[in-house]
């Protein structure tokens, strides 16, 4: 997501849609800090629906909202703008 988030400065108008193998709220968040302007996840929210219906799908998608929102506390961030700003710290990095 990074390198290709990095193609944004030179075309305007591009969209970044990061998607395969999100299954989080915290997947979506670090998309979102690598530059993505959006985060596309089908298979769990698919999953989600066919056994626990729309109240699970409903409380799928608001857990993803608070922990959206609890690392956006976190990193001091107020908008998801912000986010996709955020200086990046690699742990575990010599």
């Known amino acids: 997501v ?3 988030a990095a193609l944004k400065t030179n ?3 591009f969209t970044l849609i990061a998607s395969g193998g999100i299954a989080t709220g915290m997947d979506v968040a670090k998309c979102i800090a690598l ?3 959006l985060a596309a996840s089908a298979r769990p929210m698919l999953q989600t629906l066919h056994r626990e219906k ?3 799908l409903k409380n799928l998608l608001d857990s993803w909202t608070q922990t959206i ?3 956006m506390f976190l990193t001091g961030c ?3 703008a912000d986010l ?3 200086r ?3 742990y575990g990095a010599v």
């Open 88 to 90: 990046l710290v690699e």
């Open 84 to 86: 996709q700003r955020v």
């Open 35 to 37: 530059g993505a302007d």
């Open 69 to 71: 929102r609890g690392v």
């Open 78 to 80: 107020t908008t998801i």
């Open 11 to 13: 075309a305007h108008g």
């Open 54 to 56: 729309k109240k699970g």
């Open 2 to 4: 990074r390198d290709v």
